[in-house]
């Protein structure tokens, strides 16, 4: 598995920066875009995996398989690549977490 987590930090950081919980940022700009603008070339990309407010690793996790669709990115193994991202400031944590397959 490789790991692409560059532009997930980044837009880890911009959205507490906006105090904002969003997939598409205010510019338009897509998991999938943010990937190609940092240089990871994808043959298919997945779900964006969100959770504000855990300190935890292992509690986000936990977070995420509560509920179907941060579950089914989780377990999808047609992803072979996955990046996080973390911003620890006063408006998160907010993690951030995609999967995707190189192309």
Known sequence: MR???APLQSHADDMATRNCYVHNSPQGA?????MLGAGYHWSAWGGENHLRGTLNPAATIQGWMKTQGHRHN???CAWTDTGIGLNLSSTGPQWTEDFATRG
Request: proline content about 9%.
């Open 30 to 34: 897509s998991p999938g875009n943010r």
């Open 3 to 5: 790991d692409f987590s």
């Open 74 to 76: 989780v377990l999808d």
